[in-house]
Nanobody, 114 residues
């Protein structure tokens, strides 16, 4: 059993910053990748950022240069630093982890006001 617990969401004004955290616990053996998806109302879930066990990263074009993903392998935690936030970044952000299967967090709301 694997659990992912997210934190750090909230309400922020446009141009502000937030930092999301996601800690994995339980039957952790060898995590292949961790990352974040988001889903805005009425839209499909989309990949925001991902990071492999080796540290390679991948970002959605819409967040490049503004968001940064990092990972603490010792503590099985992934972070998403979000800067220069825009109202269109408003969504529920979901953490995920790949260890054979994909595991998901419960989601954390990020709301950016204009």
């Amino acid at each position: 059993q694997v659990q992912l617990v997210e934190s750090g969401g909230g309400l922020v004004q446009a141009g502000g910053s937030l930092r999301l955290s996601c800690a994995a616990s339980g039957s952790i053996f060898s995590i292949n990748a961790m990352g974040w998806y988001r889903q805005a109302p009425g839209k499909q879930r989309e990949l925001v950022a991902a990071i492999t066990s080796g540290g390679s990263t991948n970002y959605a074009d819409s967040v490049k240069g503004r968001f940064a993903i990092s990972r603490d392998n010792a503590n099985n935690t992934v972070y998403l630093q979000m800067n220069s936030l825009k109202p269109e970044d408003t969504a529920v952000y979901y953490c995920y982890m790949v260890q054979g299967f994909a595991y998901w967090g419960q989601g954390t709301q990020v709301t950016v006001s204009s």
